[in-house]
């Protein structure tokens, strides 16, 4: 088979993969045209594929191939693949743009796109994606970089599909066919007053399947709701989530129209958000798999730093029992046991806690409620566990009374665990830390004191 047959191979098995991941295959057969420098071979291969998909194949290969793959490719390039490029990867392809491509491919962008596009990278590489924008796009970029970050100034779009209250379907329609730059995506047409504050929205399929003498106002959406430009974009996001919203205008401080947020911003501030949770839980930051080791290094190493000094506070404790130790070997041997489950328990309260307090589940009015469940949960698994590790203790080294220690210590430390992984997160929380930053520290601070404690403390006394 040569090697076109055998490239034309992969691709056909690449269409029958039902994975939604891009396939090593269809990789290995693009990386090969590039090599073979095969430009028009290389745009039948990436035609196909959507912007997401060629944003991870370049994410996925190494610098030079980036670069080499960008020459072949850059003036098929997409202003989509910029905006789903990771922010790292984004910095080092926007330079090896040609000038032109870079403005093609900015100018298909509708403007929260190129705000969410422009935010993260230097000054310079700024200035050139605002050269490549006409005039008005360019003043409605600027003024939404004005607003505060993480707003709702910073998320919506600019482009609007409005009309006056008084409309009929009719009207609409008309006016939406005799336009000729709507957006790409929209799915109200927001309805104004005189002073251009937005007063009510109707969908498109209620204003497609009513008369064209209906006025709009009749058929408007229930539960209308707007966000002004300086509201959190993570509350925004949780509005979005909570009553299933759509699309939703913004108005300035005087209550007037400036912009639209749509439902796939929405999903993608909450994805980053739960994304942000489960690396800071992790002690990572803001972390990716394109990071230098250098960058990655230096996320990492403070809490790094962090959990050696809760370590060392656990083994202080243990410096206190040290004849203990030294008097019964055993203790030694079943020590980290303790501190594990403990560890592990408080993690598993941790990790529903923050979550909770993310979507706004856990709150004042229940947070008690949920102690108690976590602390009776923490003494259910205790009683389970003791039982087992006080059989072990008996039938391994012979004494009963050490299997009384280690089950004690045992409910001891997972009662304390569960208290533990909901009320550090709560407290944290309420004095303004984030509690998915600082609560994995305090939480394994916490588990392995107590674990230690209760379980050599008490030895000394049963067993001494």
Do not use: C
Not at 23 to 46: C, G, H, S, W
Not at 81 to 96: F, H, Q, T
Not at 334 to 344: D, E, F, K, W, Y
Not at 414 to 423: D, F, M
């Amino acid at each position: 088979m040569s090697e076109e047959e055998r490239i034309d191979h992969v691709a056909h098995d690449d269409q029958e993969d039902d994975s939604y991941a891009l396939n090593p295959r269809k990789i290995a057969a693009i990386m090969y045209t590039v090599e073979t420098q095969d430009a028009e071979a290389l745009r039948e291969q990436m035609e196909p594929l959507h912007a997401a998909d060629i944003a991870d194949l370049l994410e996925q290969i190494n610098s030079y191939d980036r670069r080499r793959l960008i020459e072949l490719y850059g003036g098929e390039f997409d202003g989509e693949i910029l905006s789903e490029l990771d922010e790292s990867i984004r910095e080092e392809v926007i330079p090896l743009l040609s000038p032109q491509v870079l403005q093609d491919a900015v100018r298909e962008l509708d403007s929260d796109d190129v705000v969410d596009l422009i935010e993260t990278l230097d000054e310079p590489q700024q200035d050139a994606i605002l050269d490549a924008l006409t005039l008005s796009d360019r003043v409605a970029v600027v003024q939404s970089l004005s607003y505060p970050e993480y707003s709702a100034g910073r998320l919506m779009q600019r482009e609007v599909v409005m009309g006056p209250q008084h409309w009929t379907v009719g009207q609409a329609i008309d006016y939406m066919r005799s336009q000729e730059d709507l957006p790409e995506d929209f799915y109200h047409i927001i309805l104004v007053d005189p002073r251009m504050k937005p007063v009510a929205q109707v969908t498109l399929g209620k204003m497609l399947g009513a008369p064209r003498s209906r006025p709009l106002i009749e058929i408007a959406e229930e539960g209308f709701r707007t966000f002004e430009v300086t509201e959190e974009e993570g509350d925004v996001a949780y509005a979005f989530n909570q009553y299933h919203l759509i699309s939703a205008p913004v108005v300035d401080e005087a209550e007037r129209l400036v912009g639209v947020i749509t439902i796939d911003d929405a999903i993608r501030v909450l994805d980053e958000e739960h994304e942000e949770d489960i690396m800071r839980l992790a002690g990572v930051g803001d972390g990716s798999l394109a990071d230098r080791v250098l960058d990655t290094v230096k996320q990492r190493l403070p809490w790094l730093a962090v959990n050696l000094v809760t370590a060392i506070m656990a083994s202080m404790v243990i410096a206190q029992f040290e004849d203990t130790i030294s008097a019964m070997v055993a203790l030694a041997v079943l020590m980290p046991i303790v501190a594990s489950m403990g560890g592990n328990a408080g993690t598993q309260a941790l990790t529903v806690a923050v979550r909770s307090i993310a979507t706004r589940d856990l709150t004042g009015n229940n947070v008690w409620r949920v102690i108690r469940r976590e602390v009776m949960v923490g003494l259910a698994n205790g009683l389970v566990f003791a039982a087992i590790m006080g059989t072990v203790g008996i039938v391994w080294f012979g004494s009963p009374a050490l299997g009384f220690v280690i089950a004690t210590a045992m409910v001891i430390n997972l009662v304390v665990a569960g208290l533990a992984g909901i009320g550090v997160p709560v407290v944290l929380e309420k004095i303004g830390v984030d509690p998915a930053l600082a609560s994995g520290a305090f939480v394994t601070t916490v588990t392995d004191i107590v674990g230690f404690f209760a379980f050599l403390g008490l030895a000394g006394i049963v067993l001494l």
